[in-house]
Structure formats: C-alpha cells, structure tokens
C-alpha cells in the first residue's frame, strides 16, 4: 500500500466532502480527535455573532429572542441521532464527570433495595473519582469487575453497571448490546460512557435497552476545549429518576421563583444551573456538520482508517512496537494504541514532525481516527513518519523526554 493506493481510497470515501468543513492547519497529521476534536469551519462566525449580536446588542432579551434557553436541549436533538435516542431524551449542559455524579446518584437512590455499583479499573479515571464521591454520600459499595467479563461481577445486588464503551488507553470496545441485555436480565440498571465513542462508532442505545449514558463533547464530537457534556435517559425510567443536584433550571417553572422544587417532565429534570450558552453555541454549530450523516458511515470510514493503519505499523513496524489495541474489527473503538518503552518520546518526536497523537501513562502512544476529517493518506504518512523517528532514533533525543504538564 504506497500513498498512490491511501490517496485511491479517499477519492472513494463517502465522507471525503466533509474534511473541508474543519479549519486545520497546513502540514498537521491530526490523530487525536479522540481528545480534542478538530475546529469545524462554521464556529468561529457562529461564535462571534452569539458575543457580539446576541449577548452585545440583544443583552438579556436573548434567552427568549435568541432561543438561548432551548440550547440544551437543541443540542441533544442534534447528538440523539448519534446514539439512538430519540430526540427530546438528551440533555447537554454539565462536564461529564458531574453527568455521572448525578446519574450514578439517581441510579443508585432507584434502586434502594440493591447497594453496589459495579466498574471497571481500567475505566478512565474520572469515572471511578465519582463513583468514589458517590458511593462515600449513599453509602453504596464500589466492585470492580474484570473488564474480561464484567458480567461476572453482576448479581442480586448490582444496582448500577457502570461501563465505558471504548477504553480510552487499547481502544478496545465492549459489545454493549449484550452486556446491557445480560446485566438488565439481572436487575441491574446500565450506563453507559460513550466519550470514546459516539461519533466514530455506532451506538444505539434505545435497541439496546440501555438505561443511562452520558458523553462529552469536545473529542469526537468537535464542540471545542471543554464543550459540555450530555446525559441520555432512558424514557422508561425518566420520571423515576431524581436529580441528586436539583437546581433551578431543572424545574418545571424556573421563574415561577418558588420555594419548593418541583421537577421538569423528561431527561431535563436533569438540569442544574445556567446553560453556558456561548460553549453550548459553539457546540450546536460545530455539530452541523453530522446533519445527514449516517452512523454506519461514520464506523466503516473509522474501520477502513483503523484497519489501514493497524496494517502499515505490522508491514513496516513489525514488533518493533507491541499493538495492544484488538484487531477484530467489532472489538475495537476508533483508536489504535501501542506499547514501546519510549512511546513518551516517540509521540514527542512525532509531534515535532507535525503528526499529532497523544501519549498516556505509562507507556501508550495513541492515535485517533476522527472518520469526518482524517484521510487515508494521513495513516500512510503518519507510519512514515513514525519509521523515519525509530529509524533516526529521535525519539531518544533529551528534547522529547521532557513531560508536558497535560500530556
Ligand atoms: C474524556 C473522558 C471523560 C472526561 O470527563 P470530563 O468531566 O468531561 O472532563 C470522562 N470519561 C471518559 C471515559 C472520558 O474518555
């Protein structure tokens, strides 16, 4: 496969129109939408017109003229066909980490009879930092299941499965349709974490039967630097479940102003505080681009990356570098990671070459394949790239030992 073939295959890729809506600089290799997506090309105009005609000249008349009130929930109309909801089941508006307290919360208060909540110790950090602060104020217990078989921690006193589709160090990806069947045929309640996933996967949580999910929004999504986060309910359950941070803004009357909370009907019961509107527009415009993509589109185009660069680093890597990513295709997430005992460095060196990956403790190079905008000449090059540093040993050099502060 030589760059003619890479450049072959592009020219017949269903997404290939959809790369010249991000604004991404000349000569970068982009590999880590799965950490912060690219800049699509309307936002910035979306973004100044919100600063300077909505909050400048139209002030507080906004949340009603410029509809700054129904962002939270426009949004999640725009991210529902991503992960099939149905529209109005998605709320947007806290990080993710605060989407669980409050999910995680709800569950475990739903289901009073049953005390523990079940995770997986590879499960990114934050997740189980929650489930922590959670189970300390319920009372609930944390049991950390095998990854290898998660099922196998499930019983008569799971309230909550708590899983992350795609694991943000391999890529390697759950089959979420069957745990979710087999944990729910237990009693347990399912959540989903699909930060790694929807976007660049097919997720359909309603065929499913899923109960919960939350996702953030800046990685595959693209809905910038700490772009918040959704929470998606599911409807069976949507009037059962309590906000554990019950606030104003998921009350059915806000400015009703009364003393005594009641909730809004549906997921946005899930509400807190004030939307941040200007994170919540950039958002909205950047997800136009998905408008009449199909998720399945989405995946083979991840796949085709995917399986193109698990194919090079084989042919000109060998075991040079230890894959640790899954190479069945239905096992793996829109990501390839490596193992090498200077992967610091050779992300660093490949950084340095313009091709932008990601390192994460304590030895994993990691490369995302956001299908909307990267190329298959990009995987070919990115693997040149990464011969020429293993070759030239630059990954040594002192320069690219230094560890950033975010990595
Ligand atoms: C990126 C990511 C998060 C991020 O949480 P924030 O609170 O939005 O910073 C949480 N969980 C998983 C699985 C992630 O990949």
Redesign the pocket.
Known sequence: MDRRDAAALDETSPLRELRDRFSLPEGVVYLDGNSLGALPTGVAARLAAAVQDEWGRGLIRSWNDAEWIDLPARVGDRIAPLIGAAPGDVHVGD????S?FKTMAAALRARPERRVLVLEPS??P??GYVAHGVAALTGAEIRWCDPADPLAAVDDDVALLSL?HVD?RTGAMFDLPAITAAARARGALVQW?L??SAGAVEVDLTAAGADLAVG?TY?YLNGGPGSP?YTWVHPRLQAELENPLPGWMGHAQPFAMSRDYAPRDGVARFATGTPPVLALTALDAAMEVFEGVDQAVLREVSLSLTSLFLRLLDERLGDRIDVVTPREAERRGSQVSFRHPDSYGIVAALIARGVIGDWRDPDIARFGFAPLYVRHVDVHDAVEHLVAVLDAEEHLDPAHRRRNAVT
């Open positions: 990080s993710t980490s605060i669980l499960t990114f934050t997740d992350t943000f974490d930060c790694h953030c990685k986060a």
